[in-house]
């Protein structure tokens, strides 16, 4: 665990610093989800005009100084968390060498997708663990909010923040499905977060009477935005986490009846509240609508053909913005409601092979630190699982909140490394735990074992 090392002369001050910071962590967490760009533009900002969100902006400057100045000493930091270390400098690096190949668009998208995440993880990690299951609360709560704005959208068919694709075309009078997207940016956005907070659910170890009803709320909430891919991926992962509980329970004979329970409601219930909202309600239309091959599968087939109209340089070195939107046109992807829909190949075509597999080293080992610090099995599911519905879509190659989101969801779920959900309950200690009177020093050790002879004596006489 990243913690603060506190010197008696400025342990304080440091607490403060930590605190301070993971506060302005949380701020900024809480603008990515009440003010994402699609509410911005309903007030009338025109993100084309601001470069950066107003959280990444937020974090680049607190979390700079969290990271030469901050509670963790620098070179604590890059002991501890290398490949925290690593990323956050090498994003910068690999910003740059992608503006010198390919120009400056998109430029942004490194700072706002992949370097705002790794200083966020600066930001939050060095706070309490009753400050991060505090996070996790507050994550939940917004969660569980824009999944009940997303149903009455669903209901009444009508979008409070329209995603505009299209400056003259709103999502909702284009020839496509509705999707409820909430206060997210993009309904795939919404899956993917929704299902960020499922795991999470679990890690918080709640009682089944809480738990159980968050979890179907979620569930409801990926049938209602629609997204087919984090649906599959979350629903497959739920059931291989809960076998291999069930399995390790049995062979360590240690398995719980509230777990045995869950498993059986689950099992009842589940398949029931999905038929339900399946056939008598339109919350899950898009995703029994699209179970074939549509048109967003047709463009990933269609997107492969890219890399037959590179040259030996955009091999390279990567191939500008320009030049890939003419390919695009080419191949007939060129539409604003079509695009590449994997962010792999966005960032191999941005990057080049040489670029491309620095990107590989340092994003891999950037993963497996934060579901390491997570401490937890469903901190490794929840970045799998991420990984795999980001691969679907190209929400990593442009700017996005999703790694944002995935760090503070792993820090949150920290928290909860070896808690006790009831801190009234005193384990019970042996004999020998038990605390005694302090040890005889000096020349009373010696009178010491013949005074506890007599006095064991006169106490069997007693009895």
């Known amino acids: 665990m990243l913690q603060p090392r506190l010197p008696p002369t400025s342990g304080r001050g440091r607490i403060r610093g930590a605190t301070a910071l993971f506060w302005l962590g949380v701020s900024a967490v809480l603008l990515q989800f009440v003010f994402p760009y699609v509410v911005l533009q309903l007030m009338g900002v025109d993100p ?10 937020l974090v680049v ?103 505009v694709i299209d400056p003259d075309l709103k999502m909702t009078d284009m020839d496509i499905d509705f999707r409820a997207n909430a206060f997210y940016n993009h309904p795939l956005t919404a899956s993917l977060i929704t299902s960020m907070a499922i795991f999470l659910l679990f890690a918080m170890r709640m009682k089944l009477v809480v738990r159980a009803p968050v979890l179907g709320i979620f569930i409801i909430g990926l049938l209602a935005f629609g997204g087919r891919t984090a649906l599959g991926v979350t629903l497959l992962a739920c059931v291989v986490m809960a076998t291999y509980v069930l399995l390790a329970g049995i062979i360590n004979r240690n398995l719980k009846l509230e777990f045995v329970v869950a498993i059986g409601l689950a099992a009842i219930i589940l398949p029931v509240l999905v038929g339900i909202i399946v056939t008598q309600t339109s919350i899950a239309d898009r995703i029994i609508d699209t179970l074939y091959f549509d048109d ?29 939107n003419v390919i ?46 997570s401490r937890s099995i469903y901190g490794w599911l929840l970045v799998i699982a991420s990984l795999v519905i980001d691969s679907g879509s190209n929400s990593l190659g442009v700017k996005t909140a999703d790694l944002f989101c995935e760090v503070a969801f792993l820090v949150a779920m920290s928290g909860y490394a070896g808690y006790a959900p009831n801190p009234n309950i005193v384990p019970v200690r042996t004999r020998s735990q038990l605390p005694g009177p302090p040890r005889p020093q000096g020349a009373l050790a010696i009178a010491a074992p013949a005074k506890s002879r007599e006095l064991r004596r006169l106490g069997s006489r007693a009895v």
């Not at 084309?48 to 902006?57: D, G, N, R, S, Y």
């Not at 990933?300 to 030049?323: C, E, K, P, Y």
């Not at 190949?345 to 941005?350: G, K, P, Q, V, Y």
């Not at 994003?363 to 630190?369: A, D, E, I």
């Open 296 to 324: 967003s599968a047709e463009a990933r087939m269609t997107q492969w053909a890219v890399f037959g109209h590179l040259t030996l340089n955009n091999w390279l070195f990567g191939i500008s913005h320009d030049d890939l």
């Open 61 to 163: 400057i607190f979390g700079t100084y969290a990271l030469f100045a901050g509670p963790v000493p620098f070179h604590q930091l890059c002991r501890e968390s290398p490949g925290l270390v690593l990323f956050v400098f090498a994003i910068p690096v690999l910003n740059a060498y992608s503006i010198y190949f390919t120009g400056i668009s998109g430029a942004a998208q490194y700072v706002e997708t992949y370097w705002s995440a790794g200083l966020l993880a600066l930001m939050l990690a060095p706070a309490s663990p009753a400050q991060k299951r505090l996070l996790a609360k507050i994550l939940v709560t917004l969660c569980v909010i824009n999944v009940l704005i997303a149903l009455y959208e669903s209901f009444t068919t009508t979008n409070w923040f329209p995603l």
């Open 328 to 373: 695009k046109y080419q191949i007939g992807l060129g539409g604003k409601e079509t695009d590449i829909e994997n962010f792999w190949f966005l960032m191999m075509l941005n990057l080049g092979a040489i670029g491309f597999a620095a990107f590989l080293a340092v994003f891999g080992t950037f993963l497996f630190h934060i579901a390491r610090y």
């Open 48 to 57: 084309e005009t601001i470069k950066l969100h107003p959280a990444t902006v």
